[in-house]
């Protein structure tokens, strides 16, 4: 069973950066496709970001690229997620998403490809 828990949310400042991490336990996180998504208060679900098997397509959603970067450390089992220029909309709690093989007939971006969350970890931009 695949464990996901992130972590490196809090309260920042507009422009700011952080990093997000979310450590993979239960697998290797080389062997998941895995993926950011937030959920802003009172809405839905959004993708942010993911990153699949190596050698690892990167996908982002419109509304952070350029901005955000996703990366991963498989020797840590650990996902990132790096937020730079960071705006009060981009205030949600933040989900870490893992998926094994074989791949499902959805896209990266869809919240149906993941078969693992974590818990979240919340992100709260002040102006």
């Known amino acids: 069973q695949v464990q996901l828990v992130e972590s490196g949310g809090g309260l920042v400042r507009a422009g700011e950066s952080l990093r997000l991490s979310c450590v993979v336990s239960?697998?290797?996180?080389?062997?998941?496709?895995m993926g950011w998504f937030r959920r802003a208060p009172g809405e839905a679900r959004d993708f942010v970001a993911a990153?699949?098997?190596?050698?690892?397509?990167?996908y982002y959603a419109d509304s952070v690229r350029g901005r955000v970067t996703i990366s991963r450390d498989d020797a840590d089992n650990t996902l990132y997620l790096q937020i730079h220029s960071l705006q009060t909309e981009d205030t949600a709690v933040y989900f870490c998403?893992?998926?094994?093989?074989?791949?499902?007939?959805?896209?990266?971006?869809?919240?149906?490809?993941?078969?693992?969350w974590g818990p979240g970890t919340p992100v709260t931009v002040s102006s």
């Open positions: 998403a893992a998926r094994e093989r074989p791949p499902p007939p959805w896209t990266p971006k869809t919240f149906q490809y993941y078969q693992y």
């Open positions: 239960g697998r290797s996180s080389s062997s998941l496709a």
């Open positions: 990153i699949t098997w190596a050698p690892g397509d990167i």
